[in-house]
């Protein structure tokens, strides 16, 4: 059956607006809605529901009614999302990656996993997160070294894209996780990779736009939380992030340029958290902070 997306473009603010208005409308029917960013100078951003295709009249007629007593200019769109094996269509050239203990590899690398290794098998497919970018690896690192340090109880992986943080948390300790990602094709993606790592029980995966899913106060405050996401938006979301954290919490940043580190850390300096360590892989950080 395939999938639809209905969305309209607008500013940042206009559309977490239209998120508000949105979410008690459709959350009990667990449709995917979510805000994209696509022209960070022009302030271009587009607010989105995705649906299969039997349910669009309904979906579109109660989405339009939502965008007309508000914002009645805005023109809602439509693009089919085509049904694509997006596991099947691994890129076969990828090597493993060591990390730490951690070795992620694709399915036909499967022979070179030691007994020694925790191995996580991610073949490439349109979720971001195979291992072979430096800030997957520096927070698998990470993850690696919080887990041998401190206790903790659950954990958050924020924009889980393959699933495979929240997979390396899981096999290193037996405690639930929740995975979110804004994208409803990178949480599927995901799930795939859920099972073939062999996880049955313990990794909740939810579509969720930021903070605004009631996810996190379900399964929250966290002793972990990972974010491997891009600078700008780890600044804006800091109170939001620290909030959700427990008291003596972890909090595992990345998808940062060496460049932009400062600001970040900045940001989280100013919600009261506490650098421990910044770990540098081919111009990117991972940056593991604590709440004292």
């Given at each position: 059956?395939?999938?639809?997306?209905?969305?309209?473009?607008?500013?940042?603010?206009?559309?977490?607006?239209?998120?508000?208005?949105?979410?008690?409308?459709?959350?009990?029917?667990?449709?995917?809605?979510?805000?994209?960013?696509?022209?960070?100078?022009?302030?271009?951003?587009?607010?989105?529901?995705?649906l299969y295709a039997d349910d669009e009249d309904d979906v579109q007629a109660r989405?339009?009614?939502?965008?007309?007593?508000?914002?009645?200019?805005?023109?809602?769109?439509?693009?089919?999302?085509?049904?694509?094996?997006?596991?099947?269509?691994?890129?076969?050239?990828?090597?493993?990656?060591?990390?730490?203990?951690?070795?992620?590899?694709?399915?036909?690398?499967?022979?070179?996993?030691?007994?020694?290794?925790?191995?996580?098998?991610?073949?490439?497919?349109?979720?971001?997160?195979?291992?072979?970018?430096?800030?997957?690896?520096?927070?698998?690192?990470?993850?690696?070294?919080?887990?041998?340090?401190?206790?903790?109880?659950?954990?958050?992986?924020?924009?889980?894209?393959?699933?495979?943080?929240?997979?390396?948390?899981?096999?290193?300790?037996?405690?639930?996780?929740?995975?979110?990602?804004?994208?409803?094709?990178?949480?599927?993606?995901?799930?795939?990779?859920?099972?073939?790592?062999?996880?049955?029980?313990?990794?909740?995966?939810?579509?969720?736009?930021?903070?605004?899913?009631?996810?996190?106060?379900?399964?929250?405050?966290?002793?972990?939380?990972?974010?491997?996401?891009?600078?700008?938006?780890?600044?804006?979301?800091?109170?939001?992030?620290?909030?959700?954290?427990?008291?003596?919490?972890?909090?595992?940043?990345?998808?940062?340029?060496?460049?932009?580190?400062?600001?970040?850390?900045?940001?989280?300096?100013?919600?009261?958290?506490?650098?421990?360590?910044?770990?540098?892989?081919?111009?990117?950080?991972?940056?593991?902070?604590?709440?004292?």
């Amino acid at each position: 059956m395939s999938e639809i997306r209905l969305y309209v473009t607008t500013t940042e603010k206009k559309a977490a607006q239209i998120l508000d208005l949105m979410t008690p409308v459709f959350e009990d029917e667990e449709l995917p809605i979510a805000t994209t960013e696509i022209d960070e100078k022009k302030d271009i951003w587009e607010a989105s529901i995705y649906l299969y295709a039997d349910d669009e009249d309904d979906v579109q007629a109660r989405f339009a009614s939502v965008l007309k007593s508000a914002f009645p200019e805005l023109v809602i769109e439509r693009e089919v999302i085509p049904d694509v094996d997006w596991i099947a269509k691994s890129l076969e050239g990828l090597k493993p990656v060591r990390a730490g203990r951690f070795l992620v590899h694709g399915s036909h690398d499967r022979d070179k996993v030691k007994s020694s290794d925790i191995a996580i098998e991610i073949d490439a497919g349109q979720a971001f997160g195979t291992g072979h970018h430096g800030t997957t690896a520096g927070c698998l690192e990470t993850i690696e070294k919080v887990l041998a340090s401190r206790r903790v109880r659950n954990a958050l992986d924020l924009g889980t894209g393959s699933g495979v943080l929240a997979i390396g948390v899981r096999k290193l300790r037996n405690i639930p996780v929740l995975a979110t990602d804004i994208d409803p094709i990178a949480v599927r993606v995901a799930r795939e990779n859920v099972r073939r790592n062999g996880i049955a029980t313990g990794i909740t995966l939810e579509t969720a736009p930021g903070f605004h899913s009631t996810a996190f106060s379900r399964h929250g405050p966290f002793d972990l939380i990972i974010a491997n996401i891009l600078a700008r938006p780890l600044i804006r979301m800091a109170p939001q992030l620290v909030a959700h954290l427990a008291p003596g919490g972890s909090v595992i940043l990345s998808g940062i340029l060496a460049e932009q580190r400062w600001k970040v850390l900045g940001a989280y300096n100013g919600a009261k958290m506490r650098h421990v360590r910044t770990i540098w892989r081919n111009g990117w950080v991972t940056i593991h902070l604590d709440r004292p």
